[in-house]
């Protein structure tokens, strides 16, 4: 089967998909929404996501080695056993944003999460 990869994902919904085993290196998603998708077991190293939404998606057992994550929200999301080595995440937003997506880990899930080398700070102002 031929089938076309995309390297470039802005603002698509993957809402509540069946994504689990998806394999992609280095794609760039900028404001997409995977709210309650099934993302278990997928493989996104170095990929990036800007203002994207994950609230309350699976991602049990993920590989996202090496992605950058800005503005993000993972509020109630499932990172057990995610395997998170070298991520950059920065979090940005504010209770004020036009598109109420604050960032966020509030509630998300993170035992056995392996975060070595991951470098994870705060913005003071919103993202674009």
Excluded at 49 to 54: A, G, K, M, T
Excluded at 59 to 69: D, E, K, M, V
């Amino acid at each position: 089967m031929n089938a076309r990869v995309h390297k470039f994902f802005v603002a698509v919904s993957f809402d509540r998909q069946n994504l689990a085993s998806v394999a992609g290196n280095e794609l760039f998603f900028r404001r997409c929404s995977f709210i309650e998708s099934d993302l278990r077991l997928a493989t996104l190293d170095g990929c990036s996501f800007i203002r994207c939404d994950f609230q309350g998606a699976n991602l049990r057992g993920a590989s996202l080695r090496h992605a950058s994550f800005a503005g993000c929200s993972f509020r109630d999301a499932d990172l057990r056993d995610t395997d998170l080595t070298g991520v950059q995440i920065t979090f940005a937003g504010s209770r004020n944003d036009p598109n109420r997506r604050v960032s966020s880990l509030l509630g998300a899930m993170l035992d056995r999460a392996v975060l070595a080398e991951a470098e994870i700070e705060a913005e003071a102002w919103p993202m674009p």
